[in-house]
């Protein structure tokens, strides 16, 4: 069977080493892929915003199921596209996909189905958020509606802060689409990744992840992509997860069920764990970029299965066994990133790595050799029961690998 992977990051390379791990007979392939990813299968020039370019690779390489890492694609419409043309495709259609292309859409859904969240305000006006922004005290939120990969949120100390932040969304448009914004309070508590795979009438959910946002130790510094990640985190235990199922996932569903909202693929939310429980900060319609590098390697048995079955509308056919032993990510990035970072350092001692895997994100392969693409390169990724173990082999792996400018952090895992 031929397995087609939309997508460059970690995240797409963790999916496809997870399909061969089960079986060598899937044959994976991935537009664009990385320098990685051509350890395990081949990877193809494209512009996964242009459909039908994707198409023509499909029929050209006879591929048998398509799985969509990034959200872009999905917003777009591309399993609508796909399943339109016949064609076995994973991940949420561009309705369901709504979920997070506008935060607003999220908002007034959990409000709807009261679902716990921040208490917000949304407003399509300057003048409104202006007005809204004035009466309120720091710290609170403001989020552009839109996709803006991770930079439309912005905490907000003051006034003048608000307003800035309102004029470079309204007036000076920084970002691409339709004005509009929540305005929300401020939750305070841990953040948490919960991930469930689900057809609409049925779900499973995937092993709970604590994922590293700030670019420096201790929680310091701009946001980025993810900077690290580990499951399952100290924080978590059965009681929670039940309160999770019971007042976020479970509501979630039937409110998708409600709205006529055909929702297959995997539905991942965003929490803060609060001293009043679990809130949900956003939906993302997709596997997290670094939590499926430490979800898929605590996952046994056959993803295609899954996946199939998502596709198929059959999930409550299936079960997943996880791993006991917890799972640790650290992304090694390029000097200068989330900001701007330069390209093509050599990475060296990539072979020397032992009792790891590494999960290659902005890299290509270049005469033999790997260099750096991107601003996420690589996620070193273990899986140990011990986690004093697992940081001292995941750590041991991040300091031998080598490029110029290369940074990470040093405090994953170390919660307590
Ligand atoms: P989002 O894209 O909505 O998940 O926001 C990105 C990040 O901003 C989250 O992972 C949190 O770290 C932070 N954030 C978003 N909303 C809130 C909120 N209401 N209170 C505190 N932090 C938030
Ligand atoms: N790691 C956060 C995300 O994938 O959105």
Known sequence: MKILVIGSGGREHAIAWKIKEFSRRYEVFAIPGNGGFTSIGECIKGDISNFGEILNIVNTKKINIIIVGPENPLADGIVDFFETNGYKIFGPNKKAAFFEASKCFAKEFMKKYKIP?????????????????EKRKGPYVIKYDGLAAGKGVRVIENFEEGKNYLEEIFIKKIFKGEPKV???????????????????????SMV??????????GDKGSNTGGMGCYSPPSYFNKELEEEIKRKIVEPTLEGLQKENIDYRGVLYFGLMITEK??????????????????????????????????????????KIKWKEEKSL??????????????KGKEIKNIDKVKDVILFH?????????????????????????????????????????????????KDIGLEK
């Open 117 to 133: 969240t921040a208490d917000f305000e949304i407003t399509n006006s300057f003048e409104e958020g202006i007005k809204i922004v």
């Open 182 to 204: 929540v305005i929300e309070d401020c939750l305070i508590g841990k953040e948490l990744s919960y991930l469930i795979f689900t057809d609409t009438n049925s779900y499973i």
């Open 208 to 217: 709970p992840v604590k994922d590293y946002k700030r670019v420096d130790d």
């Open 277 to 318: 429980g679990p809130y949900v900060l956003e939906y993302n319609v997709r596997f997290g970029d670094p939590e499926t590098q430490v979800i898929l390697p605590r996952m046994e048995g056959d993803l295609i299965e899954v996946i199939e079955s998502i596709i198929e509308g059959n999930l409550n056919k299936v």
């Open 329 to 342: 990510c650290v992304v090694i990035a390029s000097k200068g990133y989330p900001g701007d970072y330069e």
């Open 361 to 409: 994100a902005g890299t290509k392969k270049e005469n033999g050799k790997i260099l750096t693409d991107g601003g996420r390169v690589i996620g070193v990724v273990g899986i140990d029961k011990d986690i004093k173990k697992l940081r001292g082999k995941v750590y041991k792996a991040v300091e031998t690998i080598e490029f110029e400018g290369k940074h990470y952090r």
